[in-house]
């Protein structure tokens, strides 16, 4: 809900706070240019002015609520709420408060929560939130019996009181936080379409790293479906970074599968998972990313005890990340709903079993490697290099 009138959304972001005057001018460039992208993205008219650590977004009435959904979905962002503007006048916003209250307010329990960040002006905060409460109060007491509740109020009047500017808006729409998308480098997410891969790619996101997706195509044990979820993934994942290039690199993995299949039933999985970070890393090499990303957390399958993700990694020099190593099931669906993603995740895709009926929980590498077929690691070069770029 908005304050009548208001047209303008306050963006408020929180680690790109912690930087140095430096970083943080290059990380706001960022964002601002981010939040652009989203709201072009979307249709939503919005000129996006950088202010005091706090981003504009300039809009009309009629779009702001957009605006500010458009803008808390950039990563980076902690916060958002559609605000209307004030001089920093103490009675022109308790004016603006009585107002505010008098066309939005509608019984029930209210609270003021007022900010300043100017300490030279000549009221604080608490005049302020005490002062607003009354003109508040006075504004509904004919027809409301209003009451304050400063621990769980219905409604909460929030006020920020800038160097120029004072703002009022009654909602905050809570934002990713993180750091903006192009603030680190980017990394290959893998994805196979799963629940988790695309959490633990958002993730990375979170954290300012444009994703590269790649895709390994399982053949005949894959299929058609398989790969249409991956890339309903990335499509949903990409909603979230309209100017950045989210094509996705599939690597053709159908021989290596069928060869893993024909040869080895201990440790196949974890072959596979070798045959995996190779090509990734093969494809990082070629086009300068920085990490691999993907879905595994410990013991969530059999294939992701400790042991089996220590045998694993030591394919590549690169660093895996595993942002969801420690998180819970429920909590990455949860997320997966959140970000929209689960229901992508959990179209039929009708693939065969590549599992064998024993699986591998205590890998040691030695036995691993005598087990797995010759030339598994080359074909992961040679497929890396025969990887395609695709349209999700
Ligand atoms: N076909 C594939 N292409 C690309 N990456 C894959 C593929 N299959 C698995 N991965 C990567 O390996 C990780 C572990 O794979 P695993 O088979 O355990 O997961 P999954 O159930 O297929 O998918 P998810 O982990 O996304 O739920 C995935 O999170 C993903 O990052």
């Not at 202010?51 to 458009?70: G, I, S, Y």
């Not at 300490?119 to 509904?140: F, H, M, N, Q």
């Not at 691993?368 to 070069?381: F, I, K, M, S, Y």
């Amino acid at each position: 809900m908005h304050p009548p009138g208001a047209d303008t959304v306050l963006v408020r972001h929180g680690d790109v706070n912690t930087k140095s005057n430096r970083v943080k001018r290059y990380m706001e460039d960022v964002l601002a240019e981010n939040l652009e992208a989203l709201l072009a993205d979307r249709s939503v008219p919005g000129d996006v002015e950088r202010r005091w650590n706090r981003p504009l977004v300039h809009t009309d009435e009629a779009h702001v609520e957009a605006a500010t959904d458009a803008v808390t979905d950039a990563f980076g962002v902690v916060s958002a709420s559609p605000v209307l503007t004030t001089s920093t006048e103490k009675d022109e916003i308790l004016e603006t408060l009585a107002t505010t209250a008098r066309k939005r307010y509608d019984g029930g329990s209210f609270a003021v929560d007022a900010r300043r960040a100017d300490k030279r002006l000549p009221y604080g905060s608490d005049d302020l939130a005490r002062e607003g409460g009354t003109a508040i109060w006075e504004a509904v007491e004919d027809e409301f019996e209003p009451e304050v509740d400063l621990d769980d109020p219905d409604l909460t009047f929030g006020v920020e009181v800038r160097e120029d500017f004072a703002f009022v808006y009654l909602e905050s729409v809570p934002g990713p936080g993180g750091l903006p998308l192009g603030a680190q480098e980017r990394v290959i997410a893998m994805v196979s379409g799963g629940i988790d891969s695309p959490v633990a790619a958002y993730e990375m996101m979170k954290r300012g790293c444009p994703i590269v997706p790649v895709y390994v195509d399982l053949g005949d044990y894959g299929g058609v479906d398989h790969e249409a979820r991956a890339m309903e993934t990335v499509r949903t994942l990409s909603r979230y970074a309209p100017n950045f290039d989210t094509q996705v690199y599939r690597v053709p993995g159908g021989e290596a599968v069928e060869l893993l299949v024909e040869s080895m039933e201990q440790g196949r999985m974890l072959s596979l998972r070798r045959f995996f970070y190779r090509a990734a890393e093969t494809l990082a090499e070629r086009i300068d990313a920085h990490g691999i990303v993907t879905g595994e957390a410990v013991g969530q399958k059999s294939s992701q005890t400790v042991q089996n993700l220590g045998v694993t990694s030591r394919v590549t020099s690169l660093p895996i990340h595993r942002p969801l190593l420690t998180r819970d099931k429920q909590d990455i669906v949860a997320q997966a709903r959140e970000i929209d993603t689960f229901t992508d995740s959990t179209i039929d895709a009708g693939c065969n079993r590549v599992a064998p009926d024993r699986a591998e929980t205590n890998a040691r590498l030695e036995p691993l490697l005598e087990a797995e077929p010759d030339g598994l690691l080359e074909l992961a070069e040679e497929a890396a290099r025969d990887a395609e770029l695709v349209e999700p």
